[in-house]
């Protein structure tokens, strides 16, 4: 007998879980290494138990699909392979990702806490600490998303971030990286994570003289130019500070030879932790599993929500492809509502600048294929005013909580805010898609519709990849 999913059981399960990819902080942003990544349901104490009277919704036959629903519902299924990187030559090199997994746990650089610990906000340290923080220490949920910092909806690094962290398993698959899109690809975001001060706090030339003093054998054995010797603390060259954020004072007074060495090194940095990035893959859920002809796959409630799904919900609009996203930016009028979020975020408008401006954006030298188009006609627009991207829904339930406030804790209330059409736009200047349109629910609809995203739930991620491998 199936289990019936409630309000109560979504709070349960979202309780657990919380991203670009790093903090997704206009300014510039994991997972326990032993997380269990699968998820047991708790039966919620107003629920009857179902093992002793069968629930009336879940006895109901589930509906037959249409063909037309059939052909929506198939195009959906399975995950593809990852499409290619051409802009990182080692996007699917082995050792990258060795190394870049080693980086990913990686705290030694982090700058000083400025958000300390009290014992209930899961702060990294004491105001003040350095290397508390990794990339890992805002990706530790079952979908590699925050589910450590207090209240859930911004994480906490360094500092307190200005949106909610996006999850990271299978989001090599988007072709734009954070809630904006700031940056057009996976390798260029670590780096400006890095340096950030709400995450990490760094700088290029820490990353730098880090990646000599303890990865130099990694390092050497995957790309072409060996580090420089002078990165050696012990050097006494003085070419190389020990301290720099790329284009600060200190940095300027390198010669353009060496500034270049060093973008150099932390762009490759960021390469082998989007190489390890893109091993995080997770296909082959109950959905999956049931178009691929295990009709008893899914339960009749999630049946009843894939019919709402492709139907008068026109999820599917937006949620397509097997990626269940559409990869695109919409303005759903979210309201910037929960605790410390900003007063304003305009999302793709005021990220826009920053992937067209970025000294590390595909177009640049530092990418390896400058030919992708991806960038091109692209500028800013006043219609992009509030838009922000479709996440997957793929792992949706291991991931919350929603929206780019994180301030939705629950998949009823996601499915609610839709149902409604979304938010009001108010005064300002945000221009609501017009495929945000109210839809009618009623009966067990939103509890359908969630049962249906939770047969999204995908295989665990290999326990190998969870293992912090960085160096003492």
């Not at 500092?159 to 990286?177: C, F, H, K, M």
């Not at 999302?347 to 954006?361: A, H, K, M």
């Not at 030919?371 to 291991?398: C, H, V």
Request: net charge negative; aromatic share 8%; with cysteine.
């Amino acid at each position: 007998m199936k289990l019936r999913w409630s309000l109560g059981m979504s709070s349960v399960l979202l309780a657990v879980a919380a991203a670009a990819a790093c903090s997704d902080d206009p300014v510039g942003g994991t997972p326990d290494a032993g997380a269990d990544t699968s998820v047991t349901p708790v039966p919620d104490a107003n629920v009857p138990d179902t093992s002793v009277a069968p629930d009336a919704a879940d006895a109901a036959p589930p509906p037959d699909f249409t063909a037309a629903e059939l052909a929506a519902l198939s195009a959906l299924s399975p995950l593809p392979a990852l499409p290619p990187d051409p802009t990182n030559a080692y996007a699917d090199n082995a050792k990258a990702a060795e190394l870049g997994q080693m980086l990913f746990f990686e705290k030694s650089y982090s700058g000083p806490i400025v958000i300390g610990s009290d014992g209930t906000n899961g702060g990294l340290g004491a105001v003040g600490e350095r290397g508390k923080v990794s990339c890992a220490s805002c990706h530790g949920g079952l979908a590699m998303e925050d589910n450590r910092s207090k209240p859930a909806n911004l994480s906490i690094g360094i500092d307190r971030g200005t949106r909610n962290a996006l999850a990271i398993v299978n989001s090599a698959y988007q072709p734009w990286t954070n809630w904006g899109g700031r940056f057009d690809s996976q390798w260029s975001l670590a780096p400006t994570v890095a340096e950030n001060p709400r995450n990490m706090a760094s700088s290029f030339l820490e990353i730098a003289h880090m990646m000599y003093v303890k990865y130099r054998t990694e390092y050497d054995a995957i790309f072409p130019v060996k580090l420089d010797p002078d990165l050696d603390p012990a050097s006494t060259s003085g070419r190389f500070p020990a301290v720099g954020r790329d284009g600060d004072a200190t940095f300027s007074t390198m010669t353009a030879a060496d500034q270049d060495i060093v973008r150099r090194i932390v762009v490759n940095y960021g390469k082998a932790i989007a190489a390890y990035q893109r091993k995080l893959v997770s296909g082959n859920s109950a959905f999956d599993k049931y178009i691929a002809g295990d009709k008893a796959a899914l339960s009749a409630e999630a049946k009843r929500g894939a019919k709402i799904f492709v139907g008068k919900g026109a999820c599917v609009t937006c949620h397509s492809g097997p990626t269940f996203s559409d990869g695109k930016f919409h303005a759903l009028a979210v309201p910037q509502a929960g605790p410390n979020a900003a007063a304003a975020d305009l999302g793709r408008f005021q990220d826009v600048p920053g992937v067209l401006g970025s000294r590390y954006n595909t177009n640049s030298a530092y990418s390896d294929n400058t030919n992708t188009g991806k960038l091109t006609g692209l500028a800013q627009d006043p219609s992009q005013r509030g838009q922000f991207r479709t996440p997957t829904l793929r792992n949706i339930a291991k991931s919350g909580p929603y929206m780019h406030t994180g301030h939705m804790t629950t998949l009823e209330e996601v499915v609610t805010f839709y149902a409604a059409g979304g938010g009001d736009p108010g005064d300002a200047g945000i221009t609501k898609d017009p495929l945000m349109k109210p839809f009618t629910v009623a009966g067990t609809d939103v509890a359908d519709l969630v049962a249906f995203m939770k047969a999204l739930d995908g295989a665990p991620i290999t326990p190998a990849l969870l293992q912090d491998t960085s160096k003492p």
